[in-house]
């Protein structure tokens, strides 16, 4: 027979007795069912815990969290491509003019500087344009592009915008239009070896870019269109020349322009001084 302490007295007692005949104290029983439950429950808490602590493990749905953090765009155009700027809000879209300017607004825009942000765009360093706006794409990058405006008050500058506001163009701007000789032009950034391949109407459109640019760094511009296309195309035909010395195909378009440039005006005043 199985012997216990009875708690109240101390004195040994049968496993079975419901009463301590020593002290007439009441004996509680231990019921194996009881137990065999709690344990049970115990185990099944335990498993609930590590699974609300592990999170869910379902492939799909770390596949759906990477997806939402690494936003695939319906459309991504290359250089010569029509968009249009776009934000899904509708509010305007903001275009930098150069991509420092556009890094300093991203900074003032998260540092909630509104006075900054608008001062910035008041200076004429950014713009601020309707949502919808048709663009030329001219330099795409992974986070950023530059594109040329092709309506609106802005038409014909270049700026750079967040890739997420490039979208596809808009049906109306798809039908070919005719363009001007100065329009157009998308080999500011090329080298050389680039400008020989490319076409004659995109060196001319290019050359007149340039032609507008050291114009304005001079504080001058062009009388008319027809003083425009003297300049752009003497400046076309200098940097082509160049061009054909296959040695120098890893040189910037830009940096021959600005040579050409020089030699083109000082060459005039030289004519101007001799009369």
Known sequence: MTMKPCKECKSHISTKAKVCPHCGAKLKRRSGCGTILMI????????????????????????????????KYQYTPVTGDLAA???????EVIV??????????YTLAHAKDHAGFDA????GLAWSLPSGTSCLVIDPGL?????????GKYSGRSGFV??????????????????????????????????????????LATSADFVVSMMKSE????????????????????????????????????????????????SKEDNNASK
Not at 52 to 68: E, K, L, M, W, Y
Not at 96 to 105: E, I, P
Request: aromatic share 8%; hydrophobic share 40%; with cysteine.
């Open 120 to 123: 910035m765009i008041g200076s």
């Open 40 to 71: 049970v429950l115990g185990f099944f808490l335990f498993v609930f815990l590590i699974g609300v602590i592990s999170g869910p493990r379902n492939p799909s749905n770390r596949g759906s969290s990477r997806q939402a953090q690494s936003p």
């Open 85 to 91: 700027l776009h934000m899904d809000s509708g509010d």
């Open 219 to 266: 504080g001058k511009s062009p009388t008319d269109l027809t003083d425009l296309r003297h300049w752009a195309e003497a400046l076309q035909i200098c940097i082509s020349e160049n061009a054909k010395a296959k040695e120098l195909h890893g040189l910037s378009v830009a940096e021959i322009s600005a040579a050409c440039w020089i030699l083109m005006t000082h």
């Open 96 to 105: 930098a003019s150069t991509s420092h300017v556009l890094d300093r607004l």
């Open 143 to 151: 986070t950023t592009y530059e594109v040329r405006i092709l309506e």
């Open 162 to 203: 967040p890739r997420e506001f490039v979208h596809a163009p808009k049906q109306e701007a798809l039908r070919e239009k005719p363009k001007k000789w100065y329009q157009g032009g998308t080999l500011h950034r090329s080298n050389l070896g680039e400008w020989a391949q490319a076409t004659f109407q995109n060196r």
